[in-house]
């Protein structure tokens, strides 16, 4: 499965937009970009995801780059609930076993 | 639904000692996993189930046994707990289709 990187930590107005950014130059053409986010100390909690159309749900938006070596999640409006570590992660769809390889993830700090 | 439900939620043991952490689903997924996680750290995959009566390996799977004799059970076995297996313990779940992985509240294990 192709590796993710992403940065170790963010901060957000409470109200602004959060863009939270995935690098994954190593992708194959059916791997799917997924976001998950922990609360802390809960279990992860998922968010979206895609393969190379733009995706949104009422949670988020995904947006991947044309040639799908990048993306990123943003949170439109972000609360203080929305602090948590989120984490980008790649994986095929075909066939696959459910496994999620989780790297570290970016801390998105939510400020008033 | 409950959902994903896991049992105890904390537990200290010595080293040495065994034990079993109990996962269920009452979703009828498919799907199965368990995962560790480490202060500071993202999730890191022990074993998974595709289905009742298979089982596989994920990236840190020595010192821990499992087995899915039912769709809805997964119990992970520490055989003789070590301090090194002092993590928080995820069991998830999901349909074979589903993109959406559910994770339980986690289990807290000190081995002392």
């Known amino acids: 499965d192709a590796k993710t990187t992403q940065p170790p930590s963010m901060d957000c107005a409470e109200g602004r937009a959060a863009n939270l950014p995935c690098n994954h130059s190593?992708?194959?053409?059916?791997?799917?970009v997924y976001w998950y986010r922990q609360i802390h100390s809960q279990g992860p909690q998922y968010i979206i995801h895609?393969?190379?159309n733009n995706e949104t749900n009422e949670m988020a938006s995904l947006i991947i780059t044309e040639d799908r070596k990048s993306s990123t999640l943003i949170l439109p409006h972000a609360t203080l609930r929305d602090t948590a570590v989120y984490y980008c992660i790649v994986r095929p769809d075909s066939g696959n076993t459910g496994k999620l390889i989780f790297g570290q993830g970016t801390t998105l700090q939510v400020k008033p | 639904n409950a959902g994903v439900t896991q049992t105890p939620k904390f537990q200290v043991l010595k080293t040495g000692q065994s034990m079993t952490l109990q996962c269920a689903q009452d979703m009828n997924h498919e799907y199965m996993s368990w995962y560790r996680q480490d202060p500071g750290m993202g999730l890191r995959l022990i074993h998974y189930?595709?289905?009742?009566?298979?089982?596989d390996q994920g990236e840190v799977p020595n010192g821990y046994n499992v087995s899915r004799s039912t769709t809805e059970d997964f119990p992970l076995r520490l055989l003789s707990a070590a301090p090194s297996q002092t993590s928080v313990y995820f069991c998830a779940s999901r349909t074979r289709q589903g993109a959406e992985q559910y994770f339980g509240p986690g289990t807290r294990l000190t081995v002392t």
């Open positions: 189930s595709v289905g009742a009566g298979i089982t």
């Open positions: 895609g393969l190379k």
């Open positions: 190593t992708i194959s053409g059916n791997e799917y």
